[in-house]
């Protein structure tokens, strides 16, 4: 199935753009935040062609894909632009009671909504800080060289002004404005007051100010981003809409970027170095502990999105003390399930699977594991197992060598010069221990070649799919042509509309009559197979209040192709300055993937299809 048609798919099994109010996606998986997940059919979903699984955590609808996600989420904006960079949709937010649960599913998606848009852009950049680092240690080249210089800025720069990305995504999250926080975290790393850091402390007027560098920080400007979702509905209202867009950010910028100063950022930095302390010492005093859990849980927490509130747990550690010990930890995990899907690629029989672990192989060394996880390892359970057992194993060899991240990024071979320091050669041990491990106990223990139960076929069987004629003889005229703004913008669904040349409105389907209108100029009928269909006659003829219309059903009448429903003098209508123009609707067209006819006369032919 090719990306545009895999789209269509989704939009249509999420239940539409009513249904979503966020979208976006990582390195391999569309994730949805829905108004109602209950009504996806997620066996539907995961049947598609070109989606491996899909995963419901975080408060997220996870639909992982591949290497290839991104072209799907394009075709998905295409579809429904409205949903571009995680827009929300038209539909009614629902008020839900607030429990624990929801509120750590909300932090999880804000997290993982703020880091990542730029987590590529900040994984290449760390990449590069550590082949740098590799390079001066080796003698390739020295600080103070041109290319060394031009190539750190390259590398450093995101993480220097850290904040304002940050500001910028956070903002986006919290639906403010984004170019005010911006704004304020820019003032927090402005030089003049990077410079104040050590030097004699200033006041803002007569209260001291305690300087702090909030250069590659994060919580600092994630809780003045929260500020600024509480301030800056109040300032939007004192002011009048004609200078709203000016005076509202003066406000901001003059209230949040002091309050930043003297209180969030000293409160944050109070927090952040708790936290920091804790993880630090945890690692120090229990190192095997610390070890197993991340070396032996942290696919299963990636795979229920609870991975992302350590992310800025380990980049708070870098920008503190300047290295973190728990990103080394990572590769174990990930390297572990490389080596599981390496065992497959060497056992398996099928060649499909064979195909597939061979290149899932290769993109879980360069850290990138959905694709190895749901495709292979946690496919065939067993090697999953493998897998964590052999990550606990190298993750506890790491996390006693005492080696630390110096910079953040994805977890993966090419991380390896982000480590250098102390404890370096025994983390890599630990590192080759995982993969070889994982290879080994999944050849000897993953059941490769087990017999499988019989899967499902992986087809979206459209058991509802239908066709249906045309409810008048008449000329075509597209749907969006047609003078009444409800049914031309497709608010009410998807349709086709006529220009009668007979008096008798038929039935296009086989089903029961729902709802016939006491005028007579509509009626509603659900098929036999489920789709909702209205037929309206007419432009504003509910004013005529029935005149020239004669209902020959009753509501709850059984009806098949053709059976006459209304009668209607089209002429008459027209004569009384309304257009007689016949629509036909699915209101429930978002259940399904909908073909019609946009031109020419009817026939009685089929219209409309729907699968």
């Not at 981003?225 to 939007?236: R, S, W």
Request: a neutral charge; one cysteine or more; charged letters at 15%.
């Amino acid at each position: 199935m090719g990306e545009t048609a895999l789209a269509k798919q989704l939009l249509k099994l999420v239940g539409g753009k009513q249904n979503i109010n966020q979208v976006w996606h990582c390195a391999t998986r569309l994730r949805f935040t829905l108004k109602d997940q209950d009504k996806v059919p997620k066996e539907k979903v995961e049947a598609l062609d070109g989606v491996i699984t899909v995963v419901e955590a975080s408060g997220q609808f996870q639909v992982v894909i591949g290497n290839n996600v991104s072209d799907v989420y394009q075709e998905v904006v295409k579809l429904e632009p409205s949903l571009s960079d995680g827009t929300e949709g038209p539909a009614t937010v629902t008020h839900e009671k607030m429990t624990f649960k929801r509120a750590f599913n909300g932090l999880l998606t804000f997290i993982s909504g703020v880091f990542t848009p730029f987590l590529g852009a900040m994984a290449g950049a760390g990449i590069l800080k550590g082949l740098l680092s590799l390079a001066v240690v080796l003698g390739w080249l020295t600080t103070k060289s041109g290319a060394y210089q031009i190539w750190w800025a390259a590398a450093d720069g995101i993480f220097y002004f850290l904040p304002l990305a940050l500001a910028f995504t956070a903002a986006k999250q919290l639906k403010v404005n984004q170019f005010v926080a911006m704004a304020i975290a820019a003032a927090m790393v402005y030089p003049n007051i990077v410079a104040l850091v050590g030097k004699p402390s200033i006041d803002f007027f007569g209260i001291p100010v305690v300087a702090a560098n909030y250069t590659a920080t994060v919580l600092p400007i994630l809780l003045v981003v929260v500020v600024q979702k509480f301030l800056e509905p109040f300032f939007n209202r004192i002011w009048h809409e004609s200078v709203r867009n000016i005076l509202a950010p003066l406000c901001l910028l003059v209230v949040i970027v002091p309050l930043t100063m003297l209180v969030v950022g000293p409160v944050s930095s109070i927090l952040s170095n708790g936290l920091a302390t804790a993880i630090v010492s945890l690692n120090k005093s229990v190192p095997v502990l610390a070890g197993m859990i991340l070396g032996g849980f942290w696919q299963v927490f990636v795979i229920f999105g609870v991975h992302w509130a350590l992310v800025p747990v380990m980049m708070n550690n870098i920008a503190l003390y300047g290295t973190d010990p728990m990103m080394p930890i990572l590769l174990p995990a990930v390297l572990a399930q490389a080596g599981a899907a390496f065992a497959v690629f060497l056992k398996a029989r099928d060649a499909k699977m064979k195909s597939l672990a061979g290149s899932s192989t290769i993109t879980a060394l360069f850290g990138i594991t959905e694709p190895t996880i749901y495709g292979i390892t946690l496919k065939l359970k067993k090697p999953f197992y493998c897998a964590c057992v052999a990550g606990a194993v190298g993750g506890i060899i790491v996390a006693m060598s005492g080696a630390g991240a110096n910079v953040a990024a994805l977890a993966s071979i090419l991380s390896l010069p982000t480590y250098l320091g102390k404890g370096f050669g025994v983390s890599v041990i630990g590192d080759v221990v995982a993969f070889v491990l994982g290879v080994g106990l999944t050849l000897a223990f993953g059941g490769i070649n087990a017999p499988a139960k019989k899967q499902a076929a992986a087809k979206v069987v459209a058991d509802h799919a239908e066709t249906l004629a045309a409810p008048v003889k008449g000329t075509l005229v597209a749907l969006s042509d047609v003078p009444d703004e409800v049914f031309a913008s497709g608010t009410m669904g998807q349709g086709i509309a006529i220009e009668p040349e007979e008096d008798v409105v038929k039935s296009p389907v086989a089903g029961t009559v729902s709802l016939v209108y006491p005028t007579g100029h509509a009626i509603g009928i659900t098929s036999d197979k489920g789709a909702e269909i209205l037929i309206h006659i007419g432009i504003d003829t509910v004013n005529l209040k029935g005149k020239h219309f004669k209902a020959l059903i009753e509501q709850g009448q059984k009806v098949t192709v053709g059976t006459p429903l209304v009668e209607f003098d089209y002429q008459a209508i027209q004569a009384a300055g309304y257009a007689p123009t016949v629509t036909m609707i699915v209101t429930n067209s978002d259940q399904y993937q909908v073909e019609t006819r946009s031109d020419g006369a009817t026939d009685d032919d089929a219209l409309m299809t729907l699968a």
